[in-house]
């Protein structure tokens, strides 16, 4: 019965992969149809001060409700982008959303800046700056609000291109942020050379930080070395009121996640705005914890 057990487990194993492959393909062929159909949609995550709770900047991030698979991964969406090449439009998609939220936070006397993350392919593409700045000046969007998120990976992988890129992305000044640090490999005094302004902590780091005393004196110590090296630090996937302390104690600035503001549509954002703006420092319990 045991034998017949584990040929059924591997019969159940292999058709996952079968189906596996075969949502991957569908969501690969279904992509360009739904980037031209505005099929994909853009959501949007605050980013907050941790000492008032004012808003600092919005994180953009692709949202693709497929007809028949459901809500697909983002980063199943980016990989499955990646490898049909449509990355490029995807990216400008989510670009030309951050303009437009760029402009809702302008009527609203708001100077946070937009973020939008960007694949390590795109930046070894040698057009990428021209394309950028074009929808920035169609925009008439200040290259000063915004910021581009790349893998700690990806930063550290330069080539003539990449470089290229980002030195002119920084001479019509736009920022660059380190994503998800903590993950990958990198040594501090590399990022330290200019390009990056700001670091944001990697969840895994986040997640461990209220049970942890190891972690606690990492994160203090990444934070000290990037701000000696003049950027700003971002504690990301905040979900509790003691992550968000903790990071605050030790010594990081900015916040994000499930705790501070979900992601969500550019008409959520606007109205959580509203609510935001009205009272910021006292409906932060953090604040009131200090
Ligand atoms: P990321 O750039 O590190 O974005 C943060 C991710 O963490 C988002 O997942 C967000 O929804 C999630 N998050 C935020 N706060 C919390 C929290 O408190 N708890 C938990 N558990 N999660 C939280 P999402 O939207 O699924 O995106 C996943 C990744 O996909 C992103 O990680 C980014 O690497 C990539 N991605 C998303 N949108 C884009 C895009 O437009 N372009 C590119 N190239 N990559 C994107
Ligand atoms: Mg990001
Ligand atoms: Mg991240
Ligand atoms: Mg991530």
């Not at 360009?32 to 808003?55: C, K, T, W, Y």
């Not at 199943?76 to 982008?81: L, M």
């Not at 003691?242 to 008409?267: K, W």
Request: proline share 4%.
């Amino acid at each position: 019965a045991s034998k017949a057990g584990g040929r059924n487990c591997v019969h159940a194993a292999t058709s996952d992969l079968i189906d596996e492959h075969i949502r991957r393909r569908r969501i690969e062929q279904d992509m360009p149809a739904a980037l031209e159909n505005s099929g994909m949609h853009v959501a949007f995550q605050p980013i907050l001060r941790l000492d008032n709770g004012h808003l600092d900047s919005i994180e953009t991030l692709v949202r693709w409700t497929h007809p028949v698979l459901g809500p697909v991964p983002a980063d199943q969406i980016v990989r499955a982008a990646e490898h049909t090449n449509q990355i490029l439009p995807m990216t400008l998609m989510v670009l030309n959303a951050a303009c437009e939220m760029r402009k809702v936070l302008e009527r609203q006397h708001s100077k946070a800046q937009v973020a939008v993350n960007l694949s390590p392919r795109l930046l070894g593409y040698s057009g990428l700056a021209a394309r950028i700045s074009a929808i920035l000046l169609q925009h008439q969007c200040p290259p000063q609000a915004l910021v581009l998120e790349l893998t700690e990976d990806a930063a550290m992988v330069r080539s003539d291109v990449s470089d290229a890129n980002v030195e002119a992305l920084r001479a019509l000044g736009v920022s660059f942020s380190i994503d998800d640090f903590g993950t990958g490999y990198s040594n501090l005094s590399r990022l330290g050379h200019g390009d990056f302004q700001q670091i944001k902590l990697d969840r895994s780091l986040v997640s461990q930080i209220a049970a942890n005393a190891r972690t606690r004196d990492i994160v203090a110590n990444v934070t000290r070395m990037a701000k000696d090296l003049g950027m700003v630090v971002v504690g990301e996937g905040i979900e509790t009121e003691e992550d968000a302390a903790q990071l605050q104690g030790l010594g990081v600035t900015l916040g994000q996640g499930f705790y501070l503001g979900r992601p969500m549509s550019a008409s959520m954002l606007c109205a959580w705005l509203e609510k935001n703006a009205v009272q910021s420092i006292h409906s932060l319990p953090l604040a009131v914890a200090r």
